[in-house]
């Protein structure tokens, strides 16, 4: 599992001779999900902060070491290289989740689309077929020989202002005349 997210050639990193705190510097740019641990016998302190600064040192133990202080941070570091590694997993598959909202947000998008489209054209349908059945009606009150088109025209008027005293939409007041 560690091995898939290495980038470089192992053979890269040693190519003359160097310091350890080199090695550790070239092993940060190279394996930035590693954990490195220093394990040092030099009592030199700026020698030491230069090395921890420059390999990026996660852990830094002094010889002589004490075995169990050793293997609690190598377990430290496995368990910190593993987290990492959960991280980048985790943060591969929200990537992918959140490229497969996109998609699905934007056919929603398209439906949606669609069918305000539809609604429109049945709308309107509607509307010309009212205009048409309100022709018809006029016409037919207009033949009938009892009845007249200014009598319909009357109670058109009427029945407006009807509903305009009673303060109702335009579109109600529209249906009733």
């Not at 641990?37 to 002094?62: C, F, P, W």
């Not at 669609?114 to 207009?142: G, M, Y």
Request: hydrophobic share 35%.
């Amino acid at each position: 599992m560690l091995r898939k997210y290495q980038m470089n050639d192992e053979k890269a990193l040693i190519k003359s001779p160097m310091t350890g705190a080199e090695l550790l510097e070239k092993i940060a740019i190279s394996y930035p999900y590693s954990y490195r641990i220093l394990l040092t016998g030099y009592a030199d302190m700026e020698s030491t902060v230069n090395t921890v600064n420059k390999g990026k040192v996660h852990r830094y133990i002094q010889k002589p070491w004490n075995n169990d202080e050793l293997l609690n941070a190598i377990e430290e570091g496995l368990e910190n290289v593993s987290l990492k590694y959960e991280n980048i997993d985790m943060q591969n598959q929200i990537q992918k989740r959140n490229h497969s909202i996109k998609e699905l947000n934007k056919n929603l998008e398209d439906k949606v689309q669609l069918r305000t489209k539809q609604i429109r054209l049945a709308l309107n349908r509607i509307k010309r077929d009212n205009n048409a059945t309100q022709k018809v009606l006029f016409k037919l009150i207009n033949i009938n020989p009892n009845l007249n088109g200014g009598f319909a025209n009357s109670v058109s008027l009427l029945s407006k202002r009807i509903a305009e005293h009673f303060s109702l939409s335009k579109d109600e007041i529209s249906d009733i005349t």
